[in-house]
């Protein structure tokens, strides 16, 4: 079984076989406001572990939380990042943190 992030990859990959220029579009939409932010990347990747959460995206869940370990971000402050989207959305939200707490026990082995 396909894990989520590499389902992500997969999609993007699909993406930019059928509408290159959608996706071009796109990526460099997303790149630009990365590197045009005041924001650290390990901060940009916590908000967006939040966001990801917010949207019920599994996948993206596993992307940033991967992305989040690899700008720095230590378990608790992914976890964290986590629970303040809980805190917004409540419990329906909570039940997404069951991929993040996938993705940082592969990541951060006790």
Known sequence: MQEPAEKAVELFRLMNKNRR????????????????SSIEGKYQSLILIACSILSQCDMCISLHVQNAATQGASRDEIIDAGLLAVAMGGSPKMMY?????EEVDKLFEE
């Open 21 to 36: 220029d959608i996706f071009k579009s796109y990526r460099g939409f997303t790149e630009s406001i990365k590197k045009g």
């Open 97 to 101: 943190m069951k991929y993040v707490y």
